[in-house]
């Protein structure tokens, strides 16, 4: 992926020093496509915040604001993990049907001492 081309307008997002030249912003709406174009392009793409800040460059204030708009649009949804995930996609950590609970436990016991 090519770095982020810089606008220096206000209402932009911060990029980060090691993305694009210092005191360099981007516009909000070229953040909000790219971050929904990597989600399009990997379905199953599941990021925690620090994850997505590292991922596209961008301040942590900056990073939740884009991915909390992608969230109140539909597109992105939270998990009870706190990581971040396309609204369509089904972790099979969140199935019902393969919860832990299922999953048959053998147990050793530990021989009887005998004092």
């Known amino acids: 992926m090519n770095p982020p081309t810089c606008v220096s307008v206000s209402g932009g997002v911060r990029v980060a020093p090691t993305a694009a030249p210092e ?3 981007m516009h ?5 496509d790219r971050v929904r174009s990597d989600f399009t392009e990997m ?3 599941e990021l925690t915040l620090a994850q997505a800040i590292r991922l596209w460059h961008v301040g942590a204030d900056d990073c ?6 992608l969230v109140d649009e ?3 949804r939270w998990t009870a993990q706190r990581t971040i995930v396309r609204a369509d996609y089904v972790s099979y950590r969140n199935a019902p049907d393969l919860s832990l609970s ?3 436990v053998r147990r050793t016991h530990a021989p009887h001492r005998r004092a």
């Open 43 to 45: 379905p199953c793409l």
């Open 74 to 76: 539909g597109f992105l």
């Open 28 to 32: 909000f709406a070229t953040v909000v």
């Open 102 to 104: 299922h999953i048959p």
């Open 64 to 69: 939740r604001f884009v991915l909390d708009a």
């Open 23 to 25: 005191d360099c912003w």
